[in-house]
């Protein structure tokens, strides 16, 4: 993995094909190192070493740029397979990881190159076509990295505007964070599976009778008091983005995601409720683009997660990449006015 070593704000990962835009990656690299902290996959690197180094660059990094090229899609393994289509793929499990730690991924579309479509994509790097692109012509490199640079920064400083409440992909999930709820006779119980570095909370269902509510507990209410402490005077009114991985096995579930004030009765909820049919097999990003789901709340709030409306059981409902955010506030707030 190279790195560049100039300290400058802003870190991008540059995820490209060696044997289609090689060239094309190590220009835009030497290009904005100076303006960004730059991370690019070596061929120094050993085997052993790659995959720790990868994730430890995708944990920090601001950005991804994926260098799209018209081959992109279609280079085939040695067997006559598209190497897209292999798990193992690199550059694939590059995009996937970013996906999944919330980092920004900017497909760069090089020459002319179109976006994949969605029929043509794993499913897991279907969410990729959500994303702005970024149209690239090495024939006027100089306008286009000029251009680059202005999107990639304003993307950042968006992005710092957020502090990360909780995140499932780092610190992992433990049941201590959450408190269940089994509601209308529902039987189920909840544990915590680890395959490959990706926990996932899993809700077992013994019958298919009524609900079953986790609350997110790691914390009394769930912007943190390092964003804005309870004595906060100017009343500001915070801004929440929450987002996860929800997949059902054997039966379909409703999942609901909700934002519960603290203080108010039960069943009142305001801002955000998020319901999703989740049949089984399928992979449903919940929400799939999470700017849609801003919350804005004067009060502090509790995480809720329901599983109702079971079809059959035993059953199961997973979640993995929880991700709630918490906007910074304003240095310079302005004090809501007397009623």
Known sequence: MAESSQAAPGKIFISYRRDETS????????????????FMDA???????KLAAINKALESCDV???LIGEEWLIVKEADGSRRIDNPKDWVRWEIEAALAHNVPVIPILIDGAGMPKADDLPPSLAEM????????????FKAGLDRLVEVVGDIIVEERQWITVYK???SGFSLSDFHMDCFEDADAHLRVTREAGNDTLVIDR???DGQV???????DYINSPDVIPRSDQWDTRRTFRVRCKVQAHDAAHTFKLMLKLVGVEAGDYEGIEIRR????????LTPPIDDQFDVQLRRDCELRLEDRDVSAAPTRLEIRDLIVKERKPPSNPIPVPPN
């Open 23 to 38: 060239p094309l990656a190590g220009r835009l690299y030497d290009a904005l190192t100076g303006r960004f902290q730059v």
């Open 43 to 49: 061929e120094s690197i050993g085997p052993g070493e």
């Open 64 to 66: 991804l740029l994926a």
């Open 129 to 140: 076509r959500s994303r702005n692109s970024f149209d690239l012509d090495q024939g006027r």
């Open 168 to 170: 499932s992909r780092s």
């Open 206 to 208: 013994n019958n298919k």
């Open 213 to 219: 509510v986790l609350w997110l507990k790691k914390y």
């Open 277 to 284: 049919r989740i049949t089984p097999g399928t992979d449903t």
